[in-house]
């Protein structure tokens, strides 16, 4: 310690005074100190070879000490050698040794502060101290405080002109330190260090003692030594905290450094700009300076193709020479193949006479086959004439040869209609097959002009069919056909009938689609009032367009055919079976020339007399395969026409699939009249087995509806009367007294029904089809009890039906083999009613539960799905409370092929993808509407239809 309070501090000195490390002035590199090295500066520089020199201080007694010792690689050390900025200013390094604590002010600038316990470890070399080196030059030397790392230089200060700046200490703080050394602390308070007795003076005093020492506990040591250390925590406390400050203080002392560092380097760029110019002058010169090597080069290949030339003419000779000593060969190949051609010819001559002598031999038959099928053009020449003409005619000549054919002859004129155009919209809706909606989406809204068009999309004020798309046909609800269909039949799905307020003359009719158009593909027109009736006429058939038209509103308005007399009815049929959803109409206008006031079209039956026709018979010639054919394009109406004629074509009619046990007009309804049905009906006595008035007109009355039927009497098994206008309750009650045998009763919007009591009087029946009729809940209650048998349901918006809950029950009590149910719209009906039917029904297959408003909440989906695993269609249309629940327990326990939650206001995306996901894997699920699902968008929809391609996924929109 004496030693030490004797040092003076030290004071600064140039790098240049280490004498083979001094750094060089003014960036030349040399050093400022020429003379001889002192053994520290050969100190100095062994240390700096070997990579550990930092700095060196030069103390007021003359010595030059070494400051800092640490591992560092050798190239540190040399770099000490390479100090010195561009302006000739030299790098300055301070040293500590045995400063004044208690005098801060004295300290030189740049000092690095060290405890003075630290000169008993490097031999009284303590103090830190910083060297830095900057390729290039920087002014102002690194800094190292106490060994932490904390070098000004490179934290900044120096100026920035080079990419590297090096900085030395230290690695780690050696182990006997007590404490690791802090940064400068300008205000820090003296530290009072107790001087320590010698080991010398120790070992006097315990020789002093005679006796053994006794044995002592170290307790009391071990907790004095705690106390001093928590004493010395709580001193240094303040130290650190003041230290922060200081930190926090150099940081806003570097921002303008720190703006000077960027302006300097923005000063290097400017600075480089030049050469980069320099750089692409060289580049350019370089260039012209290749130019004549590159023709040099190519005059030097211009040449080696000179010089090839010759050898090419040579190869040339030579091959020629080679095709020349071919030359031999070749003839000699072509005249062996002459003489082989010569020895053949003799063969070939007597194949081509004995091919002439047999064409010769066969030049009778083939004259004679041509004569005779020149006989046969010319016996088939009438009947090929009589089969280019309509089929109509040759049914016209079928009703002649029994005397019995009957045709409308128009009275009315162009005379009766006024000379100028007008325009109409519909007045009423007279009759169609299927509707959405009561107020909403019903067929009563195209009645008055333009509301929606030309807006596009899924608008309530739209009248919309009750289905759409394949799927419907797919399941075991959907009637079988009657029969099968014939050849070049057109399907038709629905139909809706209009009146207008005048009769016109029509020159155009304009149908108003207004979602998903496309399904028109027949529209009909006639004349109707009080007393007089026209035949129907076809305006216009052809195919759907679904594929062929944008998916906008569109005013649909074909080409009509020729009609020659006024209408006030049309009738539009649809086959929606390709549609991707709902189509919707928005009205529908009839253009023409209105019938002039107070007068009425008249149309008359008059019979076609058998002198109208030709004397000769050419259908009698006509061989029975072009019958066949003929028929194939003929009206279903027209081959029955032609059966009741003779034996020949009776029995030609079976070979075409007409069967007068099983016969369907639901589409040739338009060909539907009494005296055509009164040719048929001795044909259908004893045979007829099922039967279809489906759709027919007014121009078949009750009566003759009735002998029909009769014709059938207990052999009936099938009735299908949907849409019938006449039929009514007291009709009802005779035709099916007729026929106690029935299974299949379909009488769907029969709205003229108002008593269905004699549903009690059936007892076999298997199908029944009620929609959109207006039973009791007692007139239900009866015809259920009474039918065990029933498997297939349809009460679909019976809109008299109460007391819901007890009709359910009284399903559940008697039909247990029931696979299919629809309840559309059934308001009443409750979550008890329902799920009493599902225990009761396990074979329940479809079920329709849409607009069941009473359903508020879908505990009954469990209940379905797990008493029901044959369940393959369940329709929960605007159910809001349908959930994730629902469509879990679906997922998991039913084989589902067609779901739809339009409307649902709970069920949520995790549920869906639940639901494909599951559904998918079984195989089955085919059809998914979720439409108007609050919480499913249509970026969702877009994104599982790629996922899962084999479901048909609908989201539907409004605007």
Known sequence: QQQHQQQPAAIPVVAGDVASAGAGGGGGGSSSDESAPTPQAAAVAEAADAGAVVGVVNGAGGGRLLAHVGRRSSRRGSSLASGGDAEGEDSV???????????????????????????????????????????????????????????????GLDDVGETETETYGYDAVPPSLPFPSMPRLPNMPRLAIPSLPSLDGIRSRARAFSTPLPSLSLQPAVTRAQALAQGAADTLQPAVQRAQQLAQGAAGSLQPAMQRAQQLAQG??????????????????????????????????QGAADTLAPAVLLAQQIAQGAADSFSPAVLRAQQLAQDAADSLSPAVVRAQQLAQDAAGSLTPAVQAAQLFAQGAADTLSPALQI????????????????????????????????????????????????????NTYSASNLVGGLRIYPRYGDITNAMVLRTYGPWWMRMPSYPPDIRRPMKHEMFINDFVEVQFIRAMKPTSISIFETYNPGSIVRIWGCYRASH????????????????????????????????????????????????????????????????????????????????????????????????????????????????????????????????????DFRTHWAFLSDPFLAVIQPFCKNRLRHLSLSWCSTHVTPEMARHLVLAGGENLETLRLASVPFLDGELLDKLLSLCPNLKDLDLQCCEGV???????????????????????????????????????????????????????????????????????????????????????????????????????????????????????????????????????ALADHTLLEQLDVLGSTTVSADGVRYLLENLTKKGCLRFLDLSFCHHISQPLVQQWRVEFPGVEIKRSFAT
């Not at 040794?97 to 003075?116: E, I, T």
């Not at 103090?127 to 390729?135: D, E, K, L, R």
């Not at 054919?629 to 034996?647: G, R, S, V």
């Open 754 to 888: 108002q008593n269905f009591a004699s549903l009690a009087t059936l007892n076999k029946l298997e199908r029944l089809n009620l929609y959109n009729t207006q039973p009791t809940a007692a007139d239900l209650i009866a015809a259920i009890s009474c039918n065990p048998n029933l498997q297939h349901l349809n009460l679909g918006h019976c809109y008299n039906v109460n007391q819901w809950d007890d009709v359910v029950k009284t399903i559940a009590k008697f039909c247990p083999r029931l696979v299919s149910l629809d309840v559309w719209r059934a308001r009443s009906v409750t979550q008890d009613g329902i799920e009493v039917l599902f225990r009761a029904c396990p074979l329940l297959e479809e079920i329709d539960l849409g607009w069941c408003r009473e359903l508020s909440n879908s505990a009954w989906g469990y209940t379905l799905a797990t008493h029901c695993p044959r369940l393959r269609k369940a329709f929960l249309t605007a159910l809001r409370r349908v959930d994730d629940d629902c469509l879990r």
């Open 268 to 301: 290097a760029a400017d600075t480089l700009q030049p050469a980069v110019a320099r750089a692409q002058s060289l580049a350019q010169g370089a260039s012209d300076t290749l130019s004549p090597a590159v023709l040099k080069a190519q005059q030097l290949a």
């Open 387 to 438: 089969a280019t003409d309509s089929a109509v005619a040759v049914a016209s000549m079928a009703k002649t040869a029994v005397g019995m054919g009957y045709e409308y002859i128009t009275q009315s004129g162009l005379s009766d209609c006024e000379d100028t155009v007008s325009s109409l919209f519909v007045t009423e809706v007279t009759s169609f097959s299927s509707q959405y909606g009561l």
């Open 532 to 663: 007089q009736k026209s035949p129907w006429c076809l305006l216009w058939q052809g195919k759907p367009q679904h594929d062929s038209v944008r998916q906008e509103s569109r005013e649909f308005s074909p080409r009509l055919f020729p009609c020659s007399f006024p209408i006030n009815v049309v009738r539009v049929e649809f086959d929606h079976r390709a549609l991707d959803y709902y189509a919707e109409l928005d009205a529908i206008k009839l253009t023409g020339y209105p019938l002039k006031p107070g007068r009425q079209a008249c149309f008359a039956l008059s019979e076609v007399r058998r002198d109208q026709t030709s004397d000769r018979d050419y259908f009698a010639m006509l061989p029975n395969e072009l019958v066949l054919h003929i028929f194939e394009f003929a009206n279903y109406t027209d081959i029955l026409n032609c059966a009741c004629t003779c034996q020949r074509l009776f029995h030609l009619a079976a070979a075409a699939r007409v069967d007068f046990a099983a016969m």
């Open 93 to 155: 390094t301070y040293g500590y040794d045995g400063l004044d604590l208690a005098a801060p002010s004295a300290w030189p600038r740049g000092v690095a502060l060290s405890h003075p316990a630290l000169n008993s470890v490097f031999g009284g070399a303590a103090g830190a101290a910083g060297a830095s080196s900057s390729g290039g030059g920087a002014n102002g030397g690194g800094l190292d405080v106490l060994g932490l790392g904390l070098d000004l230089g490179s934290l």
